[in-house]
């Protein structure tokens, strides 16, 4: 098993910034994609960003940009730096990892409120 702990939400003015950070543990030498993904109530959970255990990214339209996705593969940890952030990014972000052996893992989540 994987085991995701969220970091790094909060509340930001429009304009702003944050950075979220996700820390893996456990069988973490079966982590293949990590990414970031994003669910406000009553919609489905959408991707933001991701990234594959050698680096290549890949952004939802709505952040490119913006957003940039990164990971240390030697500490486990994936990281999202926001910038620019808009109302419309408010909601619950998730980090998540992809086994080699076709797992999905979920961390808790992390409230990101963006003031208009």
């Known amino acids: 098993q994987v085991q995701l702990v969220e970091s790094g939400g909060g509340f930001v003015q429009a304009g702003g910034s944050l950075k979220l950070s996700c820390a893996a543990s456990?069988?973490?030498?079966?982590?293949?994609?990590m990414g970031w993904y994003r669910q406000a109530p009553g919609k489905q959970r959408e991707l933001v960003a991701a990234?594959?255990?050698?680096?290549?990214?890949d952004y939802s339209e709505s952040v490119k940009g913006r957003f940039t996705i990164s990971r240390d593969n030697v500490k486990n940890i994936v990281y999202l730096q926001m910038n620019n952030l808009k109302h419309e990014d408010t909601d619950v972000y998730y980090c998540?990892?992809?086994?080699?052996?076709?797992?999905?893992?979920w961390g808790l989540g992390t409230q990101v409120t963006v003031s208009s």
């Open positions: 998540n990892a992809k086994s080699i052996y076709g797992q999905d893992f």
């Open positions: 456990g069988k973490t030498f079966s982590i293949n994609d």
């Open positions: 990234i594959t255990r050698l680096g290549r990214t």
